[in-house]
T-cell receptor, first 112, second 120 residues
């Protein structure tokens, strides 16, 4: 069965370090998204991509970057981790604009 | 930009009873999609139900149904015969089908969620 996989499931890092969260989907979807989930804020969009070599900023993109070199993967990089980036991160993909998003199981990131 | 509002941070219901979760949204578009997602303690995001704005008929999935009021921009979720497994955070979400020149809007915009407790 097709799926979307995030790794790691949990990560602890120190302030100032570069961190990369992986997202891999086997749905062959062009559309991929990164969200962060924080209490009281719901899910907020960080970055998204509509295909290879396409990336776009979401509403909370500062301090994050993504790259899309193939259809399956959209890694999320925190250039210099900050305590404010402690959160649960979700990757998602969809087939089209009419389709719901398929979510990964999330990565809990703690920045100390 | 579209916004989604869930005015009930927490709700509770007795097992086997019915509960309704509220959601309102703001948009200038006439065509769009609305979703309810469930997030149990496992953290997994599970699609519960979807509604297409151009369809007047309210969507139904087993014990889950929606009351879609397009003019009022309201999209409430009704859970009938509540079960212990329904306990979760519920998110309402809006999605535009349009890809505007100023930036694509295929993305989902979420409300802040409603935490549902089911009492035995």
């Amino acid at each position: 069965d097709a799926e979307i996989t995030q790794s790691p499931r949990h990560k602890i890092t120190e302030t100032g370090r570069q961190v990369t969260l992986a997202c891999h989907q086997t749905w062959n979807h062009n559309n991929m998204f990164w969200y962060r989930q924080d209490l009281g804020h719901g899910l907020r969009l960080i970055h998204y991509s509509y295909g290879v070599q396409d990336t776009n900023k979401g509403e909370v993109s500062d301090g994050y970057s993504v790259s899309r070199s193939n259809t399956e993967d959209l890694p999320l990089t925190l250039e210099s981790a900050a305590s404010s980036q402690t959160s649960v991160y979700f990757c998602a993909s969809s087939e089209s604009s009419k389709s719901p998003l398929h979510f990964g199981n999330g990565t809990r990131l703690t920045v100390t | 930009a579209q916004t989604v509002t869930q005015s009930q941070p927490e709700m509770s219901v007795q097992e086997a009873e019915t509960v309704t979760l509220s959601c309102t949204y703001d948009t200038s578009e006439s065509d769009y999609y609305l979703f309810w997602y469930k997030q149990p303690p496992s953290r997994q995001m599970i699609l519960v139900i979807r509604q297409e704005a151009y369809k007047q008929q309210n969507a139904t999935e087993n014990r889950f149904s929606v009351n879609f009021q397009k003019a009022a921009k309201s999209f409430s979720l009704k859970i009938s015969d509540s079960q212990l497994g329904d306990a979760a955070m519920y998110f309402c979400a809006y999605r535009s089908p349009f890809r505007n020149s100023g930036g694509s809007n295929y993305k989902l915009t979420f409300g802040k969620g409603t935490l549902l407790t089911v009492n035995p």
